[in-house]
Every structure is written in structure tokens, then in C-alpha cells.
């Protein structure tokens, strides 16, 4: 919301030489937050005055083109120049080469000195051309700023105006004012209009406030106007989508009246762009009161307007020009032939005021927020009008509104009021709140008395009555956020100011912390990061490609969320892995030129389930029963959380004599580790297979029998698709699997005083016998002797027969209660190595 200074002196005791910055200080204390400032005067410096054309000759050249040499004087006859510069006559009379056409001797424009700067950093000098030294220049509206034509030059006739030679044209055009911009929460639309910010900034300042609205003289009873029904037959959670509808006529107007400087000056530094005279009037009024309006030429209406819901298949071509397929929500405003308009959204191209109107029907309706915000995102037809009736607007303004507009028309257009006024429907005002008193104390930990407290609901415009002990507050019409008691607090804090509030820590309430899930979670991600991982976060929408490559692992269809309004077409489903967000991470690092990277990051994936949604949403105002509740849940997907990790280049860095080992799959596989071995979970490592996997460095991730995840290396394809480092290697974990088998408790093992006996052994296998697979039947022969055992060696090659491999473990013995002896250790070797003859045909090397 831009907040034209000189604007909001009409209404409240703003200083004369306050600044946007000192404006938004004082906002601030009320809760509004700043944005910007804005300035013309950032872009635009004078020497600019009024001028007259006291000479125009025209001068064809050789290149076919006509100039004019014009003399143009500005200052009045008689006075002296008080202007100073180079290229400034004395005398008051500037030579100056002009190539537009479109004015005549005797026409008063706008002339830049020398020394002036326009938008863009136009810079105005003397300067020779055709002939001639041009000492200035007269300028088009778009030079100035102030709108596109760049046809000819700007006549002020044409505006209406006839100012003194010489004054300046910065101050006559508004171009001398500035703005403040403030961000307006949802809750508080009243103010979107200068009317509920001069009201904020008279509580922040304690200064006086003219309300805009109390200024208008409301024709109260007038003849029947044009015919209104309100006719909403399936409102939204029972309330109708108009419940206050009033229309004015004005005759006899004249749409081509140029919109006054002051006006089109507010408007432009507001952010609306000037476009003809009775729409600027209409969005000054909602800019001044915000109240939206709407003008139709009244001329095109056919029978009664009727406001009710779109019926099946009815279509619309809104003022954008774009032909729109209702839905059975929308609230429409229609007549005999069909829909022309969305209410409170858009209006429709049939009956729009244009070149040929001379007869308008105003609109000002107060309509149900939850129909127009519900329109507005149906439709993505975000408008002022929109951004202020899906936040509430004053249901006691429109009579108000339709009476300025009335005013205007005829005090600017040259229009006559018919007198007729339609008046339907009844508004909806806030229901009184019973306050206790003490509750703002209670709340907010400042002793306000019961006096501060009505004083301050009173400010707010509220009507505040006892009730024995307890106060009876009526909110103002403009405040339909004000529903509960607390609200009132919040208001009472707000405005008595935030300062008071005195700073004190809570102390936590005992038993209370993060749940075990939670601090087994935080232990693994912690772990990850001591273990040298760099977390990282990534949206959860992904395409459908990347969920089926990465969230599945045969060819299976995968079930999918897939969003009803994505941000981008290729985002367009919910994840079920976490994988390619991550990779994503790592490819615009790499692309960066950071070549080794440890990365991981936990987060939600979504499993839709058998049953998804609910059938129905339950009404707002009422808690929903169990059976509602268990619907709503049964709707819900499975959220798991998952773990993954990728990895890439060498570790350590490559430094001088020490170029680094390369990273590889065993990092992923071993990151998984890691994570089991913090939650105290038995992991296996096996062989495995994933679509986006190398298909022989693979490994599934198995904890009591079921796959919980997989780690390897990417497929060469898909490291190449996504523009990855040829050996990545990733692991993904369902991490809310392994915190479920994590035990309760995790017991250290004793460790044992007696001395470790170490013995090797190497064995000749298949070929494709998984290491682990042979390490597991080791570990199984040997017997509760064995303490570790590591593989330390793989070979094939001379000596070994074709298809067959050597794979050397490391077997380390030890006993609770005693020393082993040699023989001990052997025979449990021995044993071992049995087992795996058995099992395997294995041979000792």
C-alpha cells in the first residue's frame, strides 16, 4: 500500500516537512511494516516551469523531416529571469527546437531548462541542432514521467489547466510529492485505504483524524434506482456472497473530461496508472475510502442485475479481454443476457465504459470474502479490487462510496445525478465481544487498568458498554477481524505500544522436550555432520521423471501426489525419495567449481496410501467429531523420514604430495553404517539392484530382513543425464525404519581386559559370490570367539582360475575370561573356514 503524502495531510496532522522514512517510524509502532519509498523527485529535477509559445516556425530539413524553431517565454512579460544558468536567457524568452507538431502559438506547455534531469537521466543542456542553439526543451508526457504518450508534446489546456508563466511545473503536475509503502497484514484490509492508514497514524501520533467518510453527504432517499436482486442460492459455509448491494446513476457524463493533475498525480505515486477519467475516479475513491467499485455503462445493461452463483457452462470475457469458463462458486453479477462480471474480482468486456458512454451505474457492494478470494485464485485474477474484498471491507461503506464517486463524477465529468438510489440487502456487522477486563493483564504481563482499556477499544472505534464485571465490546464496522477477546488484546497491546511489554525468558515446564524420535533423529543428523557430511535442504516437488527414477526400484507403476497448482510444470509432484534434490545440490556446486563434496540431508517423503483425501471437508466454527477426524487421518499419506547422502571427488582434498583418495561407493555404504551404528541397529550389507544404481555397485541396506535403502554408485547414464561427476556415489535410508528398530536403550559392551589373538585367512570363491555373503558364513563358523572380522584384500588374476576370486579377511578372537590360546584361535579359524567350504566350495588359498 502507497501512502501519497500530501494525500494524507488532508486527513490527519501529518508534519509539513515529514519524509516517507519519518512516516513509516510511525507506523511501525503500530504494527504496519515498511517496504520503500518513493520519490519522483529521485528522477525528475527542475529548472521545469510553464511556458508560453510565443513563436512556432516550421522548417523542413533534407532528411524529410519537419522541424519547429520555437521562442517560448517563461516568465511573465515584464518580470525579470531569477533562473541562473548556462543556456538560461535573462530576458525569459528560450529559443528551443521542437519536433512535435501538436500545439500552437499562444499553448502553455512544460518546459525543461537547462540543467534539468528527467527520468532515465536525461539531462537537459544548450545544445545546436538544425541549425539552431536549443536551449531546453519542451516535453511529452512521457518524458515527464507521468504516462506513455510520446506522440506530442504536453498542452495544459488539455488538462484543464491554465497556470502563470513561469510557475513550476513539478508542484502543478504533483511531480514534487512522495510516497511511503507499507505492508499490509491479511488480517488488517481496512488499512488498504488512506482512510484506515490516517486512523493508524493518528493512533501512533496521538494527532486527529478526519475520517473521509463522515465528509460525504449520503443521498439517503432518492428514487428507485436501476433494479438489483440478490439471489445467491448455494453460499459458501451458509454465508451469502452479497449481503449489501447499492447502486447510483450519474447522466450526461462527459468520458473524455481530462482526470485532474492532483488526482493523476495521487494516483500514479499510489501505483495505478491513469487511464481515463471515471476510472481514475473509481480508484481514487477505493484508494481514498477502500471501498472497490465498479462502473457499468448503464446504457448496455438488459433488466434487473442479479447477483447469484454461475450456472453450468456460462462463460465470461472479463476487461481483460480473456474469455473465462465459470465455476458453480463463483458469485457473478448478471443481468438478462448472462454473467458480466466476477463480484468483487473483475467486470465483464459487454458492459464496459468506453468512448461512447454518457450514462454510468455505479456498483458498491460488500461481498463475502472467502467468494472472492476463492474467484480471484480460481481465475489468477489478482486485482486492488480482489486484494480488498477478500480481506474484508466496511459493509457500511458502500452507500458512502457510491456517493463520492457521485460527486466526483459530476464535480469533474460534468455529470448529472439522477437521484435514484438501490439499496439492497443487510450487512453483516461484528458480533460484540464479552472482554474481561483483566484478561489484556493476564496476557500480555502489563498491569493495564480497566480505564486503558476501554479508552483504548474507544480509539479503535469500538462501543464499549459494562456488563457487570466484564466489558461489552462492539467492534467498528471496519474490523471484522475483531471476533475473540484475545483479538482485543492484541489491539489494546498494539496501540498502548509494544515497549510496554517487559522481556522476560519462560521457564520450561518440567517433562517437557524433544520426544525420543526427535532426539534420535537430531543424533543421527549430528553424527553425520562430525563424520564430515555438509547438510543441505531442497524442495519437496519434483517431477514425475525424477520420483520414478530414483523413488522406485523394479518397473513397477509408482503412485504419486501429484499438485493441483505447481509452481513450475516440472515440479509438479510431491517427492518419494529424497535423492534428487540433493543431487541437484550437488550438480550446481560442481558447476561452481567445487569439485569435493560430502553432502546429505533428511526430509518427508509422501506415500500416498490406499485411501487419499477425504470426500468432504468438514464446516468451519465447529471442531469436527472422531469419525470426521479419523477420515481426515486415514486421508493423510505415509510421511517417512529418509536419509540420504552423496559424495563426490577425493577426501581429503588433493594437496601438494598428497593427491587424495578418491571417493566411491564404500563412503555411501559406509554412511549408512554410521547412521545404524548411532541408533545402535544391526545393519546388513548385501548385493542389490536399483534401476538408477550401477548395476554392479549396488548394495541393499537390510535391518531385520526387510530393505530399508539402498547405497552405490549413480548408473553411468544417470550420472551423465544429470550432469554429475562419472563415479558419484549415494546412499538413500529410510531413516523412520531404522529409529523404529532402534532399541530402547543401547548398551555399551563391557571391554575386555585379556588380549585379542589376530589371524588371516584367504579364500578362492565364485566370482560372483557378494563378499558379504562370505563374510557373514565366516562370522557364522567361528562362533562367539570372533570379535571383528574385515575383508583386506580382493584379487583375481594370475594364479587364480578364470571366473574364480581371492578374498583375504582379517579374523580377530578374543575371550571374556580368559587368554586364548593359539589353538583356540585356530580351531575357530579352522572352523570358519569349514563352514565356508560347506556353504560356498570355498578354497584356501
Same mark, same amino acid.
Given at each position: ?21 519519518d512516516?513509516?517510524?510511525?507506523? %511501525? @509502532?503500530v504494527?504496519l !511494516? ?7 523527485? #529521485?528522477? =525528475? &529535477?527542475?529548472?521545469? /516551469?510553464? *511556458? ?8 523542413p530539413q ?9 521562442? %517560448? @517565454?517563461?516568465?511573465? !512579460?515584464?518580470q ?5 544558468? #548556462?543556456? =538560461? &536567457?535573462?530576458?525569459? /524568452?528560450? *529559443? ?37 542553439v ?8 512521457r ?35 512522495s ?12 488499512a488498504?485505504?488512506m ?13 486527529s483524524f ?97 447477483v447469484r ?20 462458486e463463483?458469485l457473478v ?20 465504459v ?22 480471484k ?7 486492488e479490487a ?14 458512502v ?12 465529468a460534468g ?16 458480533e ?6 483483566a ?8 498491569d ?27 467492534p ?12 482485543l ?9 509494544y ?11 518440567a ?32 517431477s ?17 501426489l501429484?499438485l ?16 534428487p ?25 509422501y506415500?500416498?496410501?490406499d ?14 467429531g ?52 548411532l ?99 565366516l ?11 574385515q ?14 576370486k ?5 579374523l ?15 580351531a575357530?579359524?579352522?572352523a ?14
Amino acid at each position: 500500500m502507497r501512502i501519497p503524502l500530501s494525500w494524507l495531510r488532508e486527513l490527519t496532522q501529518l508534519p509539513a516537512d515529514a519524509t516517507p522514512e519519518d512516516l513509516m517510524a510511525d507506523l %511501525v @509502532r503500530v504494527g504496519l !511494516e515498511e517496504e520503500d519509498v518513493h520519490r519522483p523527485s #529521485d528522477e =525528475i &529535477s527542475g529548472p521545469i /516551469v510553464v *511556458g508560453e509559445v510565443l513563436e512556432k516556425t516550421p522548417e523542413p530539413q533534407s532528411n524529410g523531416k519537419t522541424i519547429n524553431w520555437c521562442r %517560448v @517565454r517563461v516568465v511573465p !512579460e515584464g518580470q525579470v529571469q531569477n533562473l541562473t544558468g #548556462d543556456g =538560461i &536567457s535573462p530576458d525569459g /524568452v528560450q *529559443g528551443v527546437v521542437c519536433g512535435a507538431h501538436n500545439f500552437e502559438v499562444g499553448d502553455k506547455v512544460v518546459v525543461t531548462l537547462p540543467g534539468a534531469v528527467l527520468p532515465g537521466d536525461f539531462r537537459i543542456s544548450t545544445r545546436k541542432t538544425y541549425g539552431h542553439v536549443s536551449a531546453g526543451m519542451i516535453a511529452s508526457v512521457r518524458e515527464l514521467g507521468i504516462g506513455e504518450d510520446h506522440d506530442g508534446i504536453l498542452v495544459l489546456s488539455t488538462l484543464g489547466l491554465d497556470p502563470e508563466i513561469g510557475s513550476d511545473a513539478l508542484e502543478l503536475l504533483g511531480l514534487d510529492d512522495s510516497a511511503a509503502e507499507i505492508n499490509v497484514t491479511p488480517d488488517r484490509g481496512y488499512a488498504f485505504s488512506m482512510r484506515g492508514v490516517a486512523r493508524e497514524y493518528a493512533h501512533a501520533t496521538g494527532t486527529s483524524f478526519t475520517d473521509p467518510a463522515s465528509t460525504v453527504e449520503v443521498l439517503a432517499d432518492g428514487a428507485p434506482g436501476h433494479e438489483v436482486l440478490l439471489e445467491d442460492e448455494a453460499p459458501i459455509y451458509g454465508v451469502a456472497g452479497c449481503d449489501r448491494f447499492v447502486a447510483r446513476k450519474v447522466e450526461d457524463v462527459d468520458v473524455d473530461a481530462p482526470t485532474p493533475p492532483w488526482m493523476a498525480a495521487r494516483l500514479r505515486l499510489a501505483g495505478m496508472r491513469p487511464i481515463s477519467l471515471p476510472v481514475d475516479i473509481s480508484n481514487y475513491v477505493m484508494w481514498e475510502l477502500g471501498q472497490p467499485l465498479h462502473f457499468y455503462d448503464a446504457e448496455t445493461l438488459r433488466g434487473p442485475i442479479r447477483v447469484r452463483r454461475a450456472q453450468a457452462g456460462e462463460t465470461l470475457t472479463t476487461l481483460d479481454e480473456k474469455s473465462r469458463q465459470l465455476h458453480a462458486e463463483d458469485l457473478v453479477i448478471a443481468d438478462d443476457r448472462g454473467a458480466i462480471g466476477i463480484a468483487g474480482v473483475m467486470g465483464g468486456a459487454d458492459t464496459e465504459v468506453g468512448e461512447g458512454t454518457t450514462s454510468i451505474l455505479i456498483e458498491a457492494a460488500h461481498f463475502d470474502p472467502v467468494s472472492v478470494s476463492r474467484s480471484k485464485r480460481r481465475h489468477k485474477l489478482p486485482s486492488e479490487a480482489s486484494k480488498r474484498n477478500e480481506r474484508g471491507v466496511d459493509p457500511l461503506l458502500p452507500a458512502v462510496a457510491a456517493q463520492r464517486a457521485v460527486d466526483l463524477l459530476v464535480q469533474l465529468a460534468g455529470g448529472t445525478d439522477t437521484g435514484e438510489v438501490t439499496a439492497v440487502g443487510t450487512p453483516r456487522l461484528p458480533e460484540p465481544i464479552l472482554l474481561d477486563p483483566a484478561l489484556p493483564a493476564r496476557v500480555v504481563g502489563v498491569d493495564y487498568t480497566r480505564d486503558q482499556v476501554v479508552a483504548t477499544l474507544e480509539e479503535i472505534g469500538a462501543q464499549v458498554e459494562s456488563e457487570g464485571e466484564a466489558l461489552r465490546v462492539s467492534p467498528p464496522s471496519w474490523r471484522p477481524d475483531l471476533t475473540i477477546p484475545e483479538a482485543l488484546v492484541e489491539e489494546i497491546a498494539r496501540l498502548i505500544g509494544y515497549d510496554q511489554i517487559p522481556s522476560r525468558l519462560p521457564v520450561a515446564p518440567a517433562g517437557r522436550g524433544l520426544t525420543r524420535e526427535q532426539q534420535r533423529r537430531r543424533q543421527v543428523l549430528s553424527g553425520m555432520a562430525a563424520a564430515g557430511f555438509t547438510e543441505t535442504l531442497s524442495y519437496p516437488f519434483y517431477s514425475e521423471e525424477a520420483n520414478a527414477l530414483f523413488g522406485r526400484t523394479d518397473e513397477g507403476e509408482l503412485d504419486m501426489l501429484r499438485l493441483a497448482n505447481p509452481i513450475a510444470a516440472q515440479h509438479g509432484t510431491l517427492r518419494t525419495t529424497v535423492l534428487p534434490g540433493l543431487l541437484d545440490t550437488l550438480r550446481r556446486n560442481v558447476s561452481r567449481g567445487f569439485t569435493d563434496l560430502a553432502l546429505y540431508e533428511a526430509g518427508l517423503v509422501y506415500l500416498p496410501g490406499d485411501s487419499l483425501g477425504s470426500p468432504s471437508i468438514p464446516p468451519l466454527g465447529a471442531r469436527p467429531g472422531d469419525d470426521a477426524l479419523a477420515g481426515l487421518e486415514a486421508g493423510i499419506p505415509h510421511q517417512p523420514w529418509h536419509l540420504v547422502v552423496a559424495v563426490a571427488g577425493a577426501e581429503p582434498a588433493p594437496n601438494p604430495g598428497q593427491p587424495g583418495r578418491a571417493r566411491d561407493w564404500a563412503d555411501a555404504v559406509d554412511a549408512a553404517r554410521t547412521a545404524a551404528e548411532l541408533l545402535g541397529v544391526d545393519l546388513t550389507v548385501r548385493q542389490g539392484h536399483h534401476q538408477a544404481f550401477h548395476p554392479g555397485r549396488t548394495a541393499e541396506l537390510v535391518v531385520d530382513g526387510a530393505v530399508v535403502g539402498h547405497a552405490g554408485e549413480l548408473h553411468p547414464k544417470v550420472a551423465e543425464g544429470w550432469d554429475l561427476p562419472a563415479r558419484t556415489a549415494v546412499m538413500e535410508l529410510d531413516l523412520s525404519a531404522l529409529l523404529a528398530a532402534a532399541p530402547e536403550k543401547v548398551a555399551a559392551e563391557r571391554l575386555s581386559t585379556f588380549p585379542a589373538s589376530t589371524q588371516d585367512v584367504s579364500l578362492i570363491v565364485e566370482e560372483a559370490l557378494p563378499a558379504g555373503e562370505l563374510e557373514s558364513t565366516l562370522a557364522t563358523g567361528a562362533g562367539e570367539l570372533l570379535e571383528e572380522i574385515q575383508l583386506f584384500d580382493v584379487y583375481a588374476g594370475e594364479g587364480i582360475e578364470p571366473g574364480r576370486k581371492s578374498l583375504a579377511y582379517a579374523l580377530r578372537f578374543r575371550a571374556e575370561d580368559r587368554t586364548l590360546t593359539a589353538e583356540e584361535a585356530s580351531a575357530a579359524r579352522e572352523a570358519a573356514v569349514a563352514l565356508a567350504t560347506a556353504r560356498h566350495g570355498a578354497v584356501q588359498r
